[in-house]
């Protein structure tokens, strides 16, 4: 075995994978430019570090759950005029989280509110942070389940310490009594604990209805906009104007005559 086979090997086993890729065209280029011993070594360290930290942030995303991939980068503002570009930027830079603060983001199907709680989840997992995001009746499933085997306070305290919870689509569909209930609790055990990104169709007056009875849902919102960021997005859905960029939308299928009365 030469020596370049027996350090790769070394690497390999060590689990310094990047290094064993890189060391033997970055000793080529140590040559060519006369970098001194600990250079090169400090170079090829450098390149096995940021590895590690992609690694890290893939895995963080992975253990997320996210449903897609969707960044802030690819989100369109000047669909949304509405949206206010800069309280986004500023909640992307994640003060939000030091401080326990909760964002809701409120508006009608196919705004763009789970594309934002995603840009905002990737934003945090790149930044190191425990991120795990739910549809609210996938979490609430799982507390009935939890609760049913006596094990809801060990769960309640298992989601209280991601560093962010994301809460897709709370309020699409009613909920029972029960499950009202586990909102509840789940609510209080995050409250001041870790930060909620909770998304709804549903404005806070219809909560009531939502969760069946209106104390309970006064005690979550309570609890949900005590240090929070309210987000409205509202507007057209994005869906809808990809429909129409693909000219299958309604209109299209209309005869002229009437396309020229509605436009
Ligand atoms: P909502 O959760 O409000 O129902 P989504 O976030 O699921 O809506 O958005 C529906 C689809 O449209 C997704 O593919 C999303 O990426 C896209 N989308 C929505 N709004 C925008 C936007 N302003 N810019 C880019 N893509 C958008
Ligand atoms: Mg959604």
């Excluded at 970055?26 to 360290?45: C, F, M, N, P, W």
């Excluded at 690819?74 to 206010?84: K, R, V």
């Excluded at 507390?143 to 060990?154: F, M």
Aim: contains cysteine; glycine residues 8%; hydrophobic residues 40%.
């Amino acid at each position: 075995m030469t020596e370049s086979e027996s350090l790769k090997a070394n690497l390999g086993r060590l689990g310094l994978k990047r290094m064993a890729e890189v060391f033997e065209n970055e000793a080529d280029r140590a040559v060519q430019l006369k970098t001194s011993y600990s250079g090169y070594l400090g170079r090829v360290v450098e390149e096995e570090l940021l590895a590690k930290t992609e690694r890290s942030v893939d895995c963080r995303i992975k253990n997320a759950h996210f449903p897609y991939g969707k960044t802030l980068e690819s989100f369109d503002y000047a669909f949304q005029p509405g949206l206010s570009e800069v309280l986004v930027r500023e909640l992307a830079e994640l003060g939000f989280l030091g401080r326990r603060e909760n964002i809701i983001l409120i508006g009608p199907p196919g705004v763009g509110k789970t594309h934002l709680a995603i840009g905002l989840g990737i934003k945090a997992c790149v930044a190191r942070k425990r991120v795990r995001f739910f549809s609210a009746m996938e979490l609430l499933d799982e507390l009935t389940a939890a609760q049913a085997v006596r094990n809801l306070v060990q769960r309640l305290e298992a989601l209280s310490r991601w560093d962010l919870l994301i809460i897709d689509e709370l309020g699409y569909l009613p909920m029972d009594k029960p499950r009202a209930n586990l909102c509840f609790q789940l609510v209080s055990r995050c409250y001041e604990q870790n930060s909620l990104v909770v998304t709804s169709n549903k404005a806070f007056d219809q909560w009531g209805e939502v969760f069946g009875d209106e104390v309970i849902a006064g005690a979550i919102l309570d609890r949900l906009l005590h240090h929070s960021h309210i987000i409205a997005v509202q507007g057209e859905s994005f869906r809808m104007r990809d429909k129409r960029t693909k000219g299958v939308d309604r209109a299209a299928k209309q005869p002229d005559n009437q396309q020229a009365e509605n436009s």
